[in-house]
């Protein structure tokens, strides 16, 4: 789970992992646009702007993010609500043309899953499926949430879990608490939970990274 309060870049850093590890993915998304996750994806792998890729797109002079979009192995569905069929559908559609399952699923995000948006019971369905998948298929599967934003707090600090909404941070192996700094781009890393190896449920203890949200990417801070 990738957990953070509005605003805080969790589908950016989200897709950059998927991108930087080169995971063959696929990405429900209802909180992110096809235009927005294809510039993104551009910028990512061009150096180029997000607003710069738009403006080319705007003229017509696209063929060089079209080439670089070709290396990318995300595919996505932005079907909103998330719904188990859409979900199931789209499974086997893949399977049927690689003959096997993603290496990494992502949902964007709990709360835009069918139904979830403010029931706690539903919420946990959704995470009881989300832990099926990972168990039936072998692969990696995150979901994104949402955290609490009452209260003080340093604008890259990450939420600690009692801070995720509705406590479903409890569910999940591992969590990251992420948190974005818009002034100076310092992007907070926690991580909250993780059932072998150390971690900080306070989410006091984090790393910063350099986020590049224009580029979508992140670096040494």
Known sequence: MIAGRPGS????????????????????????????????????????TVNEVHAARDSGEYVKYIDALGRSKVQFSFGSPISWRNVEQYIEAYVEVHDRYPELFIFDNLMDFEDAEADYQVQMEVMQRVTE?????????????????????????????????????????????????????????????????????????YTSLRADPERNRYDVF
């Open 9 to 48: 870049g969790k589908s950016t850093f989200a897709l950059w992992l998927a991108l930087k590890m080169e995971l063959e993915t696929m990405y429900f998304s209802a909180d992110m646009s096809a235009t927005t996750a294809t510039a993104r994806m551009a910028a990512f792998y061009t150096g180029d």
């Open 133 to 205: 998948l990972a168990r039936y298929t072998g692969s990696t599967v995150m979901i994104l949430h949402h955290a609490t934003d009452k209260g003080a707090y340093a604008p890259s600090a990450p939420p600690s879990r009692a801070q995720i909404k509705n406590g479903i941070g409890e569910k999940p192996e591992f969590v990251f608490g992420v948190g974005l700094d818009p002034t100076t781009n310092e992007f907070g890393v926690a991580v909250l939970k993780q059932r072998e190896g150390k971690s900080d449920p306070s989410g006091q203890k």
